[in-house]
Nanobody, 126 residues
Framework: QVQLVESGGGLVQAGSSLRLSCAAS????????MGWFRQAPGKERDFVAA????????DYAAFVKGRFTISRDNAKNTVYLQMNSLKPEDTAVYYC???????????????????WGQGTQVTVSS
């Protein structure tokens, strides 16, 4: 079992930055690729970014590329999402997820993820 706890969300103005953190406990984080997803009210959950177990591979949704950066610190069992130039349309609940795998790839498919956090709210005002 892996427990994931997100933090770092909040209310910010457009153009601001936030850094989300996802702390993993339980199994060793380096066994998992990690991903960030988001869900806005009334919408489906969307892929945001993913990072492979060793961080050699990353993937981003087109709508965040160049603004968001995913990273991880396996020594701290933590994955981060640095979000810059935030827009009102980035408003959503952001979830981190863990994908137990033996490879070293970053998946954007939510069905590949085995564990999910409870989410952290990000609200961007215009």
């Amino acid at each position: 079992q892996v427990q994931l706890v997100e933090s770092g969300g909040g209310l910010v103005q457009a153009g601001s930055s936030l850094r989300l953190s996802c702390a993993a406990s339980g199994r060793t984080a380096s066994n998992y690729a990690m991903g960030w997803f988001r869900q806005a009210p009334g919408k489906e959950r969307d892929f945001v970014a993913a990072i492979s177990r060793t961080a050699i591979n990353t993937d981003y949704a087109a709508f965040v590329k160049g603004r968001f950066t995913i990273s991880r610190d396996n020594a701290k069992n933590t994955v981060y999402l640095q979000m810059n130039s935030l827009k009102p349309e980035d408003t959503a609940v952001y979830y981190c997820a863990a994908d137990l795998q033996y490879g070293d790839y970053a998946s954007r498919r939510d069905q590949d993820y085995d564990y999910w956090g409870q989410g952290t709210q990000v609200t961007v005002s215009s």
